[in-house]
């Protein structure tokens, strides 16, 4: 086994560093331990459609990502957590405007746009479509997966056809409508809160929510670390003799505060979802929120890790 070069990767956490750590991870591990229960409060909505798919997987993909971020908290991951906070904030707005007037039509479009996905997955691994074709030619001439194969037209064309299918049915019409109206626009793959004159894009969905704060806060400001052009800031300091360090990995910096901004969003994601689809549960939230108060807010206020 390599043993890792400790001054780039320090896979020990200092001792008094660990209880911090692990008060962070838990508080996170309770937020998404009460999230599993609105989930759960959530099984019997006042209607059984389709409509329902949206919120409830939104609201699932959120809780995935607090839980990811918990996770890489306890083991002193400050960076790479970025990367699932910004995830986890277009999830509050993709659920926030979800509730946010016209419930119903956008819960179809976020469907009929995941359904469009899927069917375009499936032409790419459909040796008869144009799409198969295309795909099996890019991995061909890339080299890169040997011995991969596209499957049979026989397998996949009546998925395909079935998922077609789905988009025609009278529920989907509204968004089916909207889509070609999108389509004649010349938008090719527009994303399901752009449907029904929506915002045409994460930065204007933040203006409409009102959200804008938290878009510059923690979208642009963490953008370099998703796209890996945020090579500089944060990772390299100068030595005493004026030469240049390269920060370590497992960096603890930034941690406390990728926390605070994951419990301030699971607070209000929690409550918006709570309000929409489950208010008799509101008193639940409240007696809930009374017993991690004290330890949320010494997160927020009290500056718990200092780095020099």
């Known amino acids: 086994m390599t043993l890792p070069v400790k001054e780039i990767i320090p896979r020990e956490i200092p001792a008094d560093i660990i209880p911090t750590?692990?008060?962070?991870?838990?508080?996170?591990?309770?937020?998404?331990?009460?999230?599993?229960?609105?989930i759960d409060?959530?099984?019997?909505?006042?209607?059984?459609?389709?409509?329902?798919?949206?919120?409830?997987?939104?609201?699932?993909?959120?809780?995935?990502?607090?839980?990811?971020?918990?996770?890489?908290?306890?083991n002193s991951c400050g960076d790479t957590s970025k990367l699932l906070v910004r995830g986890a904030l277009e999830t509050f707005f993709g659920i926030q405007?979800?509730?946010?007037?016209?419930?119903?039509?956008?819960?179809?479009?976020?469907?009929?746009?995941?359904?469009?996905?899927?069917?375009?997955?499936?032409?790419?691994?459909?040796?008869?479509?144009?799409?198969?074709?295309?795909?099996?030619?890019?991995?061909?001439?890339?080299?890169?997966?040997s011995g991969y194969s596209i499957n049979p037209a026989i397998i996949l064309h009546k998925a395909i056809q079935d998922k077609e299918k789905v988009l025609l049915l009278p529920e989907f019409s509204n968004a089916h409508n909207e889509f070609l109206q999108l389509k004649s626009n010349k938008v090719k793959n527009p994303i399901w809160y752009r449907f029904f004159n929506g915002p045409q894009n994460i930065r204007e969905l933040a203006i409409h929510l009102r959200q804008q704060t938290m878009?510059?806060?923690?979208?642009?400001?963490?953008?370099?670390?998703?796209?890996?052009?945020?090579?500089?800031?944060?990772?390299?300091?100068?030595?005493?003799?004026?030469?240049?360090?390269?920060?370590?990995?497992?960096?603890?910096?930034?941690?406390?505060?990728?926390?605070?901004?994951?419990?301030?969003?699971?607070?209000?994601?929690?409550?918006?979802?709570?309000?929409n689809r489950i208010p008799t549960r509101k008193s639940d939230f409240v007696n809930w929120y009374a017993t991690i108060r004290d330890q949320y807010l010494l997160f927020n206020t009290k500056e718990l890790i200092q780095v020099l």
């Open 215 to 275: 878009y510059e806060l923690l979208y642009r400001k963490w953008s370099g670390a998703v796209h890996g052009s945020d090579i500089f800031l944060g990772k390299v300091t100068s030595d005493q003799a004026g030469g240049v360090e390269i920060v370590q990995l497992r960096y603890i910096k930034d941690v406390q505060e990728i926390v605070k901004y994951s419990l301030s969003l699971c607070i209000k994601v929690f409550q918006v979802y709570i309000d």
């Open 21 to 38: 750590l692990n008060a962070f991870s838990d508080l996170l591990n309770e937020f998404v331990n009460f999230g599993s229960h609105v």
């Open 41 to 74: 409060w959530d099984k019997s909505p006042v209607t059984n459609g389709p409509e329902n798919i949206a919120p409830t997987m939104l609201f699932r993909h959120f809780l995935d990502l607090i839980d990811s971020i918990s996770i890489l908290s306890r």
């Open 97 to 145: 405007y979800l509730f946010d007037g016209n419930t119903h039509d956008k819960a179809m479009a976020f469907l009929y746009v995941e359904t469009l996905n899927e069917i375009k997955t499936l032409k790419k691994m459909n040796s008869a479509t144009p799409e198969g074709q295309a795909f099996k030619k890019i991995l061909d001439d890339e080299k890169m997966l």
